[in-house]
């Protein structure tokens, strides 16, 4: 269904394939020794284009392909200027030849759209100025690996309306999943997302700047960082912006008493305290964790 299909957004994908890359996760995480065994991407090579440093993204990609039999090599911004010393449109010439698919982690998401352009194998969104998909497919896992189902929970994102919080609105208006979002003015998610998930939302998706208003019942409580990396120089102005956005016991009392709360790492004192984040209904190691399972969909389904 997914296969050499390029990965961009989840746009990309329909609610059935969306549902399809859970239930393959699913059965990853429970089944890893037999994936090992049967090295179902045996043969297979994947380059890890990164223009930004990660964590969880390098790790789970590298182990992902790794225990399925595939082979991943990793190209750092000290390996790769992607544009700089050679057009884009030539890399991807030269690695697509060399590679069963490209996972890239850029600034700008037009650079994904021209790898993709020119590629003859499939491009993966690691994580663009806009996107960041296969965070929202952890985040959907996460969700419903806890309750046990999607559709109907309610999700209250408080913070900065970017790249993660971007899709993860795309993937609750396909999969039946309320979602609002309560940002400062003028950092709101781009008219664009919103006007596309109301479109096809098969739930309500709700923008605010009232976070009490957008955690109250909530099932889900999320946040992300306010400083993204490459905006250190905005720290000070943003940090201002987001007073009363921090995510505390104060807050965190309208929600659903069974809430859970969720942050894709690495996170900092200003968006939530070690009392909500260390807490018993804190899932954000497990979330980390659950990187691996879908990314090994992914890649099993693509490449």
């Known amino acids: 269904m997914l296969s050499k299909r390029s990965f961009l957004t989840l746009k990309d994908l329909s609610p059935e394939e969306i549902h399809l890359i859970l239930e393959k996760a699913k059965h990853f995480k429970e089944n890893r020794e037999i994936y090992r065994q049967q090295a179902p991407l045996h043969g297979k090579t994947l380059k ?27 190209l750092g911004m000290e390996d790769i200027h992607l544009g700089v010393n050679e057009s884009i449109r030539d890399t991807v010439q030269v690695l697509g030849r060399m590679a069963s698919g490209i996972l890239a982690r850029v600034y700008k998401h037009k650079d994904l759209e021209e790898l993709q352009k020119y590629a003859e194998v499939p491009i993966i969104n690691a994580l663009s100025n806009k996107f960041h998909p296969l965070q929202a497919l952890a985040d959907l896992f996460t969700i419903k ?51 596309y998930c109301k479109e096809i939302a098969h739930a309500e ?9 957008t955690v109250s019942d909530a099932n889900v409580v999320v946040t992300d960082t306010f400083i993204s990396l490459g905006q250190e120089s905005q720290k000070e102005k943003k940090l201002q912006h987001f007073q009363g ?22 996170r900092h004192q200003e968006e939530v305290t070690d009392e909500i984040f260390y807490s018993t209904h804190s899932l954000v190691f497990d979330e980390a964790e659950n990187r691996l399972y879908t990314v090994a969909a992914v890649l099993k389904n693509i490449l």
């Open 145 to 195: 690996s806890h309750f046990g189902t999607l559709t109907g929970q309610k999700v209250g994102w408080v913070g900065d309306g970017n790249n993660v919080c971007h899709s993860l609105m795309i993937a609750c208006a396909k999969m039946g999943i309320n979602m609002m979002v309560a940002s400062p003015p003028n950092y709101e998610p781009l008219k664009e997302v919103i006007t």
């Open 48 to 74: 890890l284009l990164f223009q930004k440093r990660s964590t969880r993204t390098r790790v789970s990609s590298e182990l992902a392909m790794s225990e399925l039999g595939g082979k991943a090599i990793f």
């Open 245 to 266: 956005f921090q995510v505390n016991s104060d807050l965190i009392k309208h929600a659903k008493p069974d809430y859970i709360f969720m942050h894709c790492l690495p």
């Open 205 to 213: 998706i709700a923008v605010t700047n009232d976070p009490i208003n």
